[in-house]
């Protein structure tokens, strides 16, 4: 499949589930779940050393060394012919390791989208309210929210990128379908501890794999550009 199909496909289904999510009620039924409705407490509590050790703080550091070890890779890249074929693709993963959890938490910013621990339904004080409707004129003057799409697991899908590391149909699928689950376990996490809806996870992942091809798609064309006569 070409990237102009890839990303035409991504983006229906993108489409697909902003419409889902907008009318039902999907998001609430599986937050349900990790919601302990007696007792008023999520799964996994937010301020749980090792979860969040492991999970948050733990896994943003793993992305953050990765990174850095793509950097020297391709710097030792310029002087090893060894590693000159692999120079576009750990040049599209680290950009997609800088641009998508960047992108994605810009958005966060402006969405106005609170998370599910901040809903009556869940112990919170505030009303739930689908991301695409407009705040009900009595809502409480909170600070906005900060919820939508979700930020954390877009380190992990920011991996996706893996899939431009190989050129076997097998190993693309295993390079995509790592970081796929990687992102899946951050925003399991962050769903279990009432820190996300489900919908805020697929919408990370589908604008995390648009974003990243969109940097192959720059990248290969700028290294075109830069090796034709």
Known sequence: MTLGRAFGSTLALLILVLLVAETTLLDLWVQDFFYAS????????????????????????????????????????????????????????????????????????????HCPWSLTRYGGALPFVPVFDAQPADFPAVRPGKCYPAGHPSGGFAFMALFFLFSTRRGQWLGLGFGISLGWIMGIYQMMKGAHFLSHVLVSMLLSWLIIQGVAWGVERGMRQATSP
């Open 38 to 113: 007696e007792a008023r407490r999520w799964w996994i509590d937010k301020d749980a050393y090792w979860p969040r050790m492991i999970f948050y703080t733990g896994a943003k550091w793993a992305v953050a060394l990765v990174g850095i070890g793509i950097l020297m890779a391709l710097l030792w890249s310029r002087k090893s012919p060894l590693w000159i074929s692999y120079r576009r693709p750990l040049m599209i993963l680290l950009l997609s390791l800088i641009l998508v959890p960047g992108v994605i938490s810009s958005l966060k910013n402006v969405t106005n989208v």
